[in-house]
């Protein structure tokens, strides 16, 4: 189960890979919790009136035929109103997905999760430092309560039979094929598309410990034909998405990359893993905290905890827990890293 924000997240990110692993036979559901209705009209030639007035009808059905392109077996869509981009009027619709109670998208997700009983669930990184877009915020904020709760019978009795998925994982929008991108435009003599800001941040995902390669060799196609499914979103022009030629990002990037952000131990533990160590959300832990939405901050610390995800909020996480694990040593965390390396369900 992938969760995206919007019409087209499912394209820019992690796409060949959802690709490859329908090929593979697994069933593949895309949960998009929006409806895009803000989304600008980046195309020029798809910019017409009657496109600006039946936006969201449009964005729904350009949805629907990039999921086709990617291979999911199911779209699922949560039906909340795109709430804009940071600082505009958007924001403030009552009706915008950042403006419904947290409890209540955790609690359409958990329902979801317990319908189709994922093994994996995708999603976004806390990225309030360097993409704020209230929606993706929200999804990563909704996540991670949904997968700690779902396997919890005495959470959301009315959304069906529990079931714990066994990872969470973030989507990155690859900072390793970014910087490797940068370099092929400036061989090419082109001005590269990303700048300091985009640099700084791959660079900052390279960096981290937990992440994953995920081999897509094959399938690097798919997400520029998946993107170009979003006719009034994308420019065929960009050259962002479309600067380097397929065969060129085949050589260099043939991989998505994840960060490990949650797996459930032998003993039916939740382990959260930080960049150099990894401890356990016990269960008691996990429930109380649904309500007051747990937070994730993913700052590194200092000194011995540096890296380590810390969780605020009412009694989310017990630093006293016993079972905390070192996944830069010879702990499970360290052991699931290493086989989840190039398949998510390894
Ligand atoms: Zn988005």
Same mark, same amino acid.
């Given at each position: 189960m992938v969760i995206h924000a919007h019409p087209d997240d499912e394209s820019s990110k992690g796409s060949a890979t959802v690709a490859r692993y329908h090929d593979e036979g697994v069933y593949t559901i895309l949960v998009c919790c929006t409806g895009g209705e803000e989304g600008d009209i980046l195309n020029p030639a798809a910019n017409s009136p009657g496109v600006r007035e039946n936006i969201a009808t449009i964005r729904h059905?350009?949805?629907? =035929?990039?999921?086709?392109?990617?291979?999911?077996?199911?779209?699922?869509h949560l039906g909340y109103r795109d709430s804009g981009m940071p600082d505009s009027p958007a924001n403030h619709h009552p009706e915008a997905f950042a403006n419904v109670p947290l409890e209540a998208v955790v609690s359409k997700l958990v329902a979801e999760i317990?319908?189709?009983? %994922?093994?994996?669930?995708?999603?976004? %990184?806390?990225?309030? =430092?360097?993409?704020?877009?209230?929606?993706?915020?929200?999804?990563?904020?909704? #996540?991670? %309560? +949904?997968? =700690? +709760? +779902?396997?919890? %019978? #005495?959470l959301y009795p009315d959304a069906g039979k529990p079931w714990q998925p066994s990872r969470l994982f973030y989507v990155l929008f690859s900072g390793g094929r970014i910087l490797e991108m940068h370099e092929q435009f400036l061989l090419a003599g082109k001005q590269s598309p990303f700048d300091k800001r985009w640099l700084e941040r791959a660079a900052s995902w390279s960096a981290k410990? #937990?992440?994953?390669?995920?081999?897509?060799?094959?399938?690097?196609?798919?997400?520029?034909?998946a993107l170009l499914a979003h006719a009034t979103q994308i420019d065929p022009q960009s050259p962002f998405w479309?600067?380097?030629?397929?065969?060129?990002?085949?050589k260099i990037a043939p991989y998505d990359e994840y960060e490990l952000a949650r797996y459930v131990d032998g003993t039916g533990k939740i382990i959260i893993v930080g960049d150099h160590s990894a401890k356990a959300l016990s269960r008691s832990d996990a429930t109380s905290g649904v309500g007051t939405a747990p937070t994730v901050d993913s700052a590194p610390g200092t000194g011995t905890t540096t890296g380590i995800d810390t969780v605020t909020g009412a009694g989310a996480i017990s630093d006293t827990s016993d079972t905390v694990q070192d996944a830069a040593g010879t702990g499970s965390s360290a052991a699931i890293l290493a086989s989840v390396q190039n398949d998510l369900f390894g």
């Open positions: 059905e350009e949805l629907h =035929n990039a999921a086709g392109v990617i291979g999911y077996d199911e779209v699922v317990r319908r189709t009983r %994922p093994q994996v669930i995708i999603t976004y %990184p806390d990225e309030r =430092n360097h993409y704020p877009h209230p929606d993706h915020i929200r999804v990563h904020d909704a #996540s991670l %309560p +949904a997968f =700690n +709760a +779902a396997g919890d %019978p #005495s410990k #937990s992440i994953i390669r995920i081999d897509v060799t094959g399938y690097t196609h798919i997400r520029r034909k479309f600067g380097l030629p397929d065969d060129v990002i085949d």
